[in-house]
Nanobody
């Protein structure tokens, strides 16, 4: 079992920045690849970014490439999502997720999920 708890969401103006954190507990964090997804009202959950267990490989959705950065600190059992140049269309609940497999872009590829943190970007 892995428990995931997101934090760092909030209200920010367009062009601003936020850093989301996802703290993990349970089985060895460094064994898990991690992903960030988001879900806006009335829309399906969509892939944002992912990182391999070592942090050596990262993956991004085209919509956030160049603006968001995923990273992890295995000593702190935490994965981060740095979000810069935020846009109103980034407004969503952001979820972190864990998988023992190679990180993919489909939600079904992940085994454990956090409860989500709300990010709201005002125009």
């Amino acid at each position: 079992q892995v428990q995931l708890v997101e934090s760092g969401g909030g209200l920010v103006q367009a062009g601003g920045s936020l850093r989301l954190s996802c703290a993990a507990s349970g089985r060895t964090f460094s064994s898990w690849a991690m992903g960030w997804f988001r879900q806006a009202p009335g829309k399906e959950r969509e892939f944002v970014a992912a990182i391999s267990w070592s942090g050596g490989s990262t993956y991004y959705a085209d919509a956030v490439k160049g603006r968001f950065t995923i990273s992890r600190d295995n000593a702190k059992n935490t994965v981060y999502l740095r979000m810069n140049s935020l846009k109103p269309e980034d407004t969503a609940v952001y979820y972190c997720a864990a998988t023992l497999d190679v990180p993919g872009t489909d939600p079904w590829e992940y085994d454990y999920w956090g409860q989500g943190t709300q990010v709201t970007v005002s125009s």
